[in-house]
């Protein structure tokens, strides 16, 4: 599989189910974000160079944001 391919379609995708899943299971908006933040940071030092940094941060972002769509999916199920 293509690196690039990985970076730009793989990794998101699979950061946001880890925030789908992980507000899920643990019921914190806060603990996927921490847990993709960690693992793509101990990735960027051991496998990848240091320019990877910036995904770092965009896919916390990302499975931040799919926790809090999740949230609010969730919140408002009665409302609708």
């Known amino acids: 599989m293509d690196i690039v391919f990985m970076i730009l379609l793989g990794f998101p995708v699979l950061s946001m189910i880890v925030g789908m899943v992980g507000y899920y299971l643990f019921k914190n908006i806060l603990v996927s974000p921490l847990v993709v933040f960690l693992a793509t940071l101990v990735a960027t030092f051991t496998v990848f160079n240091d320019s990877f ?3 770092v941060f965009v896919y916390t972002c990302l499975a ?4 809090l ?3 609010i999916f969730k ?5 609708i």
């Open 75 to 79: 919140e408002n199920k009665g409302a």
């Open 64 to 67: 931040f944001l799919s926790g």
């Open 53 to 55: 940094l910036v995904w």
């Open 69 to 71: 769509v999740v949230k």
